[in-house]
């Protein structure tokens, strides 16, 4: 079984990275493999941090990342620069950083008075409404990973210079989309309350988006600003390869266009999330994909330009923050319709 896994995660590597890129491809699978054992423990956390957040509770997940953090900082250096275990040290001290958070924001919920680690089998009628919750956010959510994927893929059959230069400027952009996370989790947790709770007042709630809003853009421009000046005066605090330092400078523009917008695209789709609005934000990422993804693919195949690929991104977070803004601007939208998504209106439709 392990021969098989092992096999055959060389094979999808080696379809994902390109012939060109064959040496990455061992140590790839290596850190796979290990940060593999972590998935069970990495779904448990995402679920009870979801629910600590959703409770209005940010210190349980807050001390649980900061912990991980610690554990996988040192880790890293102990394991990679003292026990010379190379990239196989880094995934197993991220891996027990996983698992440690993972029970930490477990334990948290059970000093709320859950019981997080007892085990139930949820009825027919639960696993419906699950399912009717999770499937568009599941489509969201995988849509916005496989973009991101296909762009790194992209890159790979540019060679591994250039693989290299847009792995390290799209780590730095994932570092700097979490400062924009705060504000779609604010709207998922205050917005409710004011669009389908006992006092709803939508006035509050079209005024609470404003804000987050215009936070996201400050945001925007600030942590884009600092994340570009970073990579672009101090590139040696990533590499002393010049030839991965141009093409770094190569995607800077794009790059910052796209960090830009991005804080105000989570707080426009938290919002979206908060008011059960899913299978409009399901379909609207759907359709943003399907495009990004024909023409990441046409720029691979005819110009063969990492910069090109980096205006495709920008092009799909630009999409997602227009299409967000106009349905929650529209008359009809949760925001201005009392009517909207309530059940005597939506059987009325029906009918």
């Not at 023409?295 to 923050?321: A, E, G, I, M, P």
Request: overall charge positive; aromatic content about 12%.
């Amino acid at each position: 079984m392990f021969l098989f896994t092992k096999i055959f995660g060389v094979q999808v590597l080696t379809a994902f990275t390109g012939s060109k890129n064959h040496e990455i491809i061992s140590a790839a699978n290596t850190y796979a493999q290990i940060r593999g054992f972590a998935w069970p423990a990495v779904l448990v956390g995402l679920v009870a941090q979801s629910a600590s957040l959703g409770m209005k509770d940010a210190w349980g997940p807050l001390k649980a990342l900061a912990a991980a953090s610690v554990i996988n900082g040192v880790g890293d250096i102990f394991l990679c620069s003292v026990c010379g275990y190379g990239i196989a040290g880094a995934a197993w001290a991220t891996m027990v950083s996983q698992i440690v958070a993972a029970f930490m924001m477990m334990q948290n919920l059970n000093s709320r008075g859950f019981r997080a680690f007892s085990f139930t089998i949820p009825s027919t009628r639960e696993l419906l409404q699950i399912f009717e919750i999770a499937a568009p956010v599941f489509v969201t959510m995988t849509s916005k990973v496989a973009f991101y994927a296909l762009l790194t893929y992209s890159a790979t059959s540019m060679g591994a210079i250039t693989l290299a230069g847009h792995q390290v400027m799209v780590n730095i952009l994932c570092m700097c989309t979490v400062w924009g996370e705060p504000l779609s989790q604010t709207a998922q947790s205050f917005m409710p309350e004011m669009i389908y709770g006992a006092n709803r007042n939508l006035m509050k709630a079209r005024m609470l988006l404003k804000s987050l809003v215009m936070i996201g853009a400050i945001a925007g421009l600030t942590v884009g600003t600092v994340g570009t000046i970073v990579p672009w005066l101090f590139p040696s605090l990533f590499t002393n390869d010049l030839l991965v330092v141009q093409q770094m400078h190569k995607v800077l523009i794009p790059y910052f266009t796209a960090l830009l917008v991005t804080p105000s695209v989570h707080s426009l789709e938290g919002t979206l999330l908060a008011g059960r609005d899913l299978r409009y934000l399901s379909q609207s990422m759907g359709a943003c994909f399907s495009i990004g993804t024909f023409l990441l693919l046409l720029v691979r195949d005819k110009f063969s330009s990492l910069t090109l690929c980096w205006w495709v991104l920008v092009f799909f977070q630009w999409s997602r923050f227009g299409s967000a803004l106009q349905r929650l601007v529209s008359p009809t939208g949760m925001l201005y319709n009392k009517n909207f998504n309530q059940p005597e209106h939506i059987k009325v439709k029906a009918t």
